[in-house]
């Protein structure tokens, strides 16, 4: 009896879940209870795209003075550990990589994120 209820139109004992009665075909739940699950899904959802489109803050201008002076340490700041091991041990690619990424990072918007 506890997965059951009455119908409020017909009288007719249905399942619990039931929205829509199976022997009248009236409606006997409000529906503003299965929307509100939606609206949480999605907020959810959008809260995780948020997370893997943003990430974490960087100061484009801590990125690029570190760039520019130490060839590798941005690479350590946006916490690529093994670019920066790889930057630190190649010199930034023989320099390509330090010269793309001065002039990436300065394009960038201030904040960026990684
Ligand atoms: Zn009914």
């Known amino acids: 009896m506890e997965n059951q209820k009455y119908c409020k139109y017909c009288g007719e004992l249905i399942d619990i879940d039931c929205v829509i009665c199976p022997k009248c075909g009236k409606q ?9 699950v939606v609206i949480n899904n999605n907020v959810s959802a959008s809260a995780n795209a948020t997370v893997v489109g943003f990430g974490r803050p960087k100061n484009k201008w801590i990125s ?28 930034g690619l023989f320099g390509i990589g330090w010269i793309v990424d001065i002039i990436s990072i300065a394009c960038k918007p201030n904040p960026y994120y990684v």
């Open 28 to 36: 006997v739940e409000d529906l503003k209870k299965n929307d509100s």
């Open 64 to 91: 690029l003075l570190l760039c520019i002076f130490t060839i590798c340490g941005h690479k350590f700041y946006e916490g690529k550990i093994g670019m920066g091991l790889l930057y630190l041990f190649t010199f």
